[in-house]
């Protein structure tokens, strides 16, 4: 299974159809598998107690149905883009901006341009002043690739759209899709900070995969005086450092995206792998992201497009 991702990665590059069909047959195999063996672990645990579920064939058949029922329900449950709205009020905030975040949408073997298309028509119609994309963006190097992104081009924000690296566009080649990127319109912050409309800093940092750089030392290129969002791919944020922004975006745990993975997460990243959190009067948002890694499932967690209302405090 492992090798597998190997090979199909390899075929890529030579017979992208051939790699698609593959991947789609090796994903969902994946899926299923992992299920499998949890539940049947856990129906081998309840045996011990309840004799009637040591018949393996009785446990074979209720793991089956089981793994196969969440396979459907996460298939359809991944493919609802859900919309969740923050509002964070600052004396900072001299205008009032809406500011859509989305991160981890993977675009390649298994998220096509129809997805794509769909989760940019759905940043669209939120109208936003300000779009960031918080990396994994791109999940191929394909030539190519470019169609199945291309419908990122259709988001135009106010002030413009933003985007940092993560570690699939590391694994899939850095400049390759920079480009990509800057073809369909983002401004990719490379360890970086600009300022936007006056009163607003963007910092960008590239994924640790990429640069050793510290927060900080990106952070300090910012202008204290204005409200200063910060876009990272790893939710890793040293509480020392809130200071430093006022906001934080995140992304790449994809909240565990489908059990036991979902409870895995929440233990390596000590719960801060989802939701919104406020660090000493910093604020701190990690997105589930708006695509799936692998398997194309998403069981107890969703996908997402995350909508920031900045307003000013009066």
């Given amino acids: 299974m492992v090798f597998s991702l190997f090979i199909i990665r390899k075929i890529e590059e030579l017979k992208p159809t051939l790699a698609n069909f593959l991947a789609h047959i090796s994903f969902y195999w994946m899926g299923f598998l992992i299920l499998f063996v949890v539940f049947s672990v856990a129906l081998l645990l ?69 997805y794509v298309d769909k989760a940019s028509k759905t940043i669209n119609d939120l109208k936003p002043d300000l779009v960031i994309a918080g990396g994994d963006i791109i999940d191929s190097s394909i030539d190519g690739m470019e169609k199945s992104i291309e419908p990122l081009k259709k988001i135009k924000p106010i002030y413009g759209k933003y985007a940092v690296l993560g570690n699939h566009e590391f694994y ?51 202008d204290k005086n204005t409200f200063i969002i910060f876009a990272k791919h790893r939710p890793l944020i040293e509480n020392n450092d809130s200071y430093l922004f006022d906001l934080t975006v995140c992304g790449h745990t994809h909240a565990g995206q489908m059990f036991p993975f979902t409870l895995l997460t929440k233990a390596y990243y000590r719960n801060r792998d989802f939701g919104y959190f406020n660090i000493n009067g910093s604020h701190l948002i990690i997105s589930s992201g708006a695509g799936t890694w692998g398997p194309p499932f998403r069981i107890f967690s969703s996908s997402e497009i995350v909508l920031v209302n900045l307003e000013k405090l009066n």
């Fill in 172 to 222: 899939r080649g850095i400049n390759k899709c920079q480009t990509h990127l800057e073809n369909v319109g983002f401004i990719v912050l490379r360890n970086n900070c600009v300022k936007i409309n006056g009163f607003l800093n963007i910092a960008g940092i590239d994924d640790t995969t990429i640069t050793n750089k510290k927060d900080r030392e990106i952070l300090s290129k910012c």
């Fill in 46 to 114: 309840f045996g011990i107690v309840y004799k009637p579920f040591l018949d393996r064939q009785i446990n074979f058949t209720i793991a089956c149905i089981i793994s196969l029922s969440l396979i459907g329900f996460g298939y359809i449950n991944a493919q609802k883009l859900h919309i969740r709205t923050i509002t964070i009020k600052s004396k900072k905030i001299q205008k009032n901006t809406r500011v859509v975040f989305f991160s981890d949408l993977h675009a390649g073997l298994m998220i096509n341009d129809r």
